[in-house]
């Protein structure tokens, strides 16, 4: 440990205890408050490095990233506006439960509230969405001072991580010097006068993490339940990719229970259940005018976040049902606030323990979703879809096995629920539904990119892509592969969806917002190849672009007033079909 000052020795000591907790890469943003956490990251030969010039892009690669894996990337960045910039990306770690930690360098105490340049209040910056929070000392080479830094890295890590999983702070403060110069503050001796304080052969502190898990007796209790029910369901929603879940279909085939699964769930793609019916078509189905006779269902299992559709998130509103909310974190996703039960149980190993213990339900209840789930699927297929749900269809027909779909909020996500047909070819799909914005949408796509094996898609609609266009820059600084088809409907199309669309003026300037862009420049901006073409010469171009090494951009136009109109014709061809 011979730090030429206290600075370096400080950064070093962080990033080494990172990479001893087993991190592998950080995202950096430039800034001179930061110098010495940047400087010993880019000289640890065992970190991966990602660059980013945009704080807000950096921090929704680095979401990406951990939304991939479970494992935090951690975030460094100057003092200043560059730390409130990863906000919008905390706020999406928060709600989604994605680990994230970030370090955001901070001026000496004394220099807050003295109108300092580039001096903000950081002190718990994000609020409570932080599962944990730390201002350190200032730096010194004193060897509790250095055991307790790695200690706080140590426990910074381990937090994002525990039930349920988000972002951790730590705030750094630096006084000059920031660079690595001489001085004497740190002594040749150090290490070997204070060799704890040097660290330890790995991490300084081991975390162990266990499942969250039931007694015998409240399982039996569950268990029961289960086997009395003659109607039942399992509904998943959202779930983080690095998620085990698969237990979850073999208690679908033990229960014969139908299976509703959102899209972005990581069951709706993949080997499903063999003898229970996987079921996507449920928007539409679960109309009240096609449920208004049926019984209700006797029990209702839901694992993962709220369902991306409003339909079937009112039909369980709706039914009289015995409601399972399982969750091991012991928060509440479910904002109708019907559920009677909540279990604090990770989600998995609950159903590996029911699977044994069940008995199947009542088969006229199985063969009702099993005959509207086929009869969806059969009418799609005999229709001319709207455009847009026709690109998301072409999309995952098309992709190669082992892909990785990212669906963009707003209308990319609920076409993917609509028109994304549950099969067994394996696909990643990954979106942000924890607080559902537009914003930081083609980083956190990139930064899963950058975590996967397969090719990358992202399903971005105009309005996203334009909040994020800064976050192109990474394919070409952090090497990622992605082809983004840009759907382009000249402004929010989702407004199309409310009441709002009936009172113009004020809808068109205000809410739908067309902006009337020309996208295509981005091509030669980002060295990317930029094709826009018709939606009835989108598979050919989405085929061709696979075939080719590199990133694309595929714009598509289409009229989001006529997508509307046909989407709202085609709920009601489904609602009379299953009536």
Same mark, same amino acid.
């Given at each position: 440990?011979t730090? =030429?000052?206290? #600075?370096t020795l400080w950064?070093e000591?962080?990033i080494e !205890?990172?990479a001893r ?10 800034g001179?408050?930061s110098t010495?956490l ?7 030969s065992?970190l991966?490095?990602?660059?980013h010039l945009? !704080?807000?892009?950096? +921090?929704f690669?680095?979401?990406?990233r951990?939304?991939?894996t479970?494992?935090?990337?951690p975030l ?6 560059a730390?409130?910039n990863?906000h919008p990306a905390v706020?999406?770690a928060?709600?989604?439960r994605?680990p &994230?930690l970030l ?5 000496p105490?004394?220099l ?5 340049? $580039?001096?903000i209040?950081?002190i718990?910056?994000?609020g409570d969405?932080?599962?944990?929070y730390?201002?350190?000392?200032e730096p010194?080479a004193?060897?509790?001072k250095?055991r307790m ?6 426990? +910074?890590?381990?937090s994002?991580k ?7 702070h730590?705030?750094?403060?630096f006084?000059?010097p920031?660079?690595p110069v001489e ?5 040749p ?6 060799p704890?304080?040097?660290g330890?052969?790995?991490?300084y502190v ?5 499942r $969250?898990t039931?007694?015998?007796?409240t399982?039996?209790?569950?268990a029961?339940?289960?086997?009395d029910?003659?109607?039942g369901?399992?509904v998943v929603? @959202? $779930?983080p ?7 979850i279909?073999d ?5 014969g229970? =139908? ?8 069951l709706r ?5 063999k003898t229970?019916?996987?079921? /996507?078509?449920?928007d539409g %189905?679960?109309?009240p005018s096609v449920?208004?006779e049926?019984?209700?269902?006797d ?6 976040g709220?369902?991306?559709s409003?339909?079937l998130?009112e039909?369980?509103?709706r039914?009289d ?13 479910e904002?109708?606030?019907?559920a009677t039960?909540?279990?604090q149980?990770?989600? *998995?190993?609950?159903?590996a323990e029911l ?5 199947r339900?009542? @088969? ?6 099993d $005959?509207l789930?086929?009869r969806?699927w ?8 709207? +455009? !847009? ?12 096995d082992?892909g990785?779909v990212?669906a963009?909020n707003s209308?990319?996500v609920?076409?993917l *629920?609509r028109?994304?047909?549950p099969?067994d070819?394996?696909l990643?799909?990954i979106?942000?539904?924890g607080?559902?914005?537009?914003d ?5 796509a990139l930064?899963? /990119?950058?975590e996967?094996?397969?090719?990358l898609v ?5 309005l996203?892509?334009?909040?994020? &266009? ?9 090497d990622?592969e992605a082809?983004i088809v840009?759907i382009?409907?000249d402004?929010g199309?989702i407004?199309h969806m409310?009441p709002?669309s009936?009172f113009?003026? @004020?809808f068109t300037?205000?809410f739908k917002?067309?902006h009337?862009?020309?996208f295509?420049p981005? /091509?030669?901006l %980002? ?7 018709l939606?009835?010469?989108? +598979? ?6 696979f075939?080719m090494?590199?990133?694309a951009i595929?714009?598509? @136009?289409?009229d989001a007033? *006529? #997508?509307?109109?046909e989407?709202?014709?085609l709920?009601?061809?489904?609602i009379?079909d299953?009536s």
């Amino acid at each position: 440990m011979t730090a =030429p000052n206290v #600075n370096t020795l400080w950064g070093e000591v962080i990033i080494e !205890e990172l990479a001893r907790q087993g991190v592998g890469a950080v995202c950096i943003a430039p800034g001179s408050r930061s110098t010495p956490l940047v400087m010993a990251a880019a000289n640890h030969s065992d970190l991966e490095i990602f660059s980013h010039l945009d !704080e807000r892009s950096a +921090a929704f690669f680095a979401l990406g990233r951990a939304k991939r894996t479970g494992e935090p990337t951690p975030l460094i960045c100057t003092s200043g506006t560059a730390a409130a910039n990863f906000h919008p990306a905390v706020i999406e770690a928060d709600a989604a439960r994605v680990p &994230m930690l970030l370090l955001t360098a901070d001026r000496p105490p004394e220099l807050r509230d003295s109108g300092a340049n $580039q001096t903000i209040d950081q002190i718990q910056l994000y609020g409570d969405a932080t599962r944990w929070y730390r201002t350190l000392p200032e730096p010194e080479a004193e060897p509790r001072k250095l055991r307790m830094l790695r200690t706080t890295v140590a426990r +910074a890590v381990s937090s994002s991580k525990r039930a349920p999983p988000g972002p951790v702070h730590v705030d750094v403060p630096f006084r000059k010097p920031l660079e690595p110069v001489e001085s004497d503050e740190v002594s040749p001796e150090f290490e070997r006068d204070h060799p704890r304080a040097a660290g330890r052969d790995g991490p300084y502190v081991r975390t162990e993490r266990g499942r $969250q898990t039931l007694d015998e007796a409240t399982v039996a209790s569950v268990a029961t339940a289960v086997s009395d029910a003659e109607r039942g369901l399992i509904v998943v929603g @959202p $779930q983080p990719a690095w998620t085990e879940h698969r237990s979850i279909v073999d208690l679908a085939d033990a229960t014969g229970f =139908p299976l509703l699964v959102d899209p972005l769930s990581g069951l709706r793609f993949g080997p499903g259940p063999k003898t229970a019916p996987r079921c /996507g078509g449920y928007d539409g %189905y679960l109309h009240p005018s096609v449920t208004v006779e049926w019984p209700d269902p006797d029990i209702v299992l839901r694992v993962g976040g709220s369902p991306t559709s409003a339909v079937l998130q009112e039909y369980l509103e709706r039914v009289d049902a015995r409601s399972f909310l399982v969750d091991a974190g012991g928060g509440w996703e479910e904002a109708a606030f019907t559920a009677t039960d909540l279990l604090q149980v990770d989600g *998995d190993w609950l159903a590996a323990e029911l699977a044994g213990r069940v008995s199947r339900g009542d @088969p006229a209840w199985v063969d009702r979703f099993d $005959q509207l789930e086929t009869r969806y699927w059969e009418l799609l297929e005999s229709v001319e879809l709207p +455009a !847009e749900g026709a690109i998301v269809d072409t999309v995952l027909d098309q992709i190669p096995d082992g892909g990785v779909v990212f669906a963009s909020n707003s209308m990319p996500v609920r076409d993917l *629920d609509r028109f994304g047909q549950p099969r067994d070819k394996p696909l990643t799909t990954i979106g942000n539904r924890g607080a559902s914005g537009i914003d930081g949408i083609t980083s956190t796509a990139l930064g899963a /990119g950058s975590e996967s094996e397969g090719d990358l898609v992202l399903l971005t609609g105009d309005l996203a892509f334009y909040h994020d &266009m800064n976050g192109l820059l990474a394919i070409d600084r952090c090497d990622v592969e992605a082809t983004i088809v840009l759907i382009n409907n000249d402004g929010g199309g989702i407004f199309h969806m409310l009441p709002i669309s009936e009172f113009d003026p @004020p809808f068109t300037e205000h809410f739908k917002t067309p902006h009337g862009l020309d996208f295509s420049p981005t /091509g030669s901006l %980002y060295d990317l190849q930029y094709t826009r073409t018709l939606p009835a010469d989108f +598979a050919e171009s989405i085929r061709e672009t696979f075939e080719m090494d590199g990133s694309a951009i595929i714009e598509v @136009p289409t009229d989001a007033e *006529d #997508n509307h109109r046909e989407r709202a014709e085609l709920a009601d061809l489904v609602i009379e079909d299953c009536s």
